[in-house]
């Protein structure tokens, strides 16, 4: 009951800030999942360190442990498509 039914699911990157932010609504759009991060880019050019910052499930926000990272990875397969893929 708690995956998302219809295609809202958003996420968000601010290259300049280096955050990004995902936000999925779920029970037929009457809650409001989301997660934060901060992003720590690597020397290769196509690899990020993702350190998550904060969870919200509905009005409840919850701090993320420093346990909570992970790596995207992203294939640029040409000017206008890519495709990333994360450990988490």
């Known amino acids: ?4 039914r ?5 996420q968000s990157i601010d290259a ?4 990004a932010k995902n936000e999925e609504w779920v029970l037929l759009g ?3 999942n989301m997660v934060r991060a901060r992003l ?10 993702v350190q998550f910052l904060r969870f919200g499930i509905g009005w ?5 442990p420093a346990a909570a ?8 397969l040409d000017d206008t498509l890519r495709v990333s893929r994360g450990d988490k």
Not at 1 to 4: C, S, T, V, Y
């Open 1 to 4: 009951p708690f995956r998302p």
């Open 6 to 10: 219809y295609k809202r699911i958003l």
């Open 16 to 19: 300049r800030q280096l955050a």
């Open 30 to 32: 009457l809650l409001k």
């Open 40 to 49: 720590t880019p690597r020397d290769d050019g196509r690899t990020v360190d």
């Open 60 to 64: 409840l926000r919850i701090p993320a």
């Open 69 to 76: 990272k992970g790596v995207l990875e992203t294939t640029y």
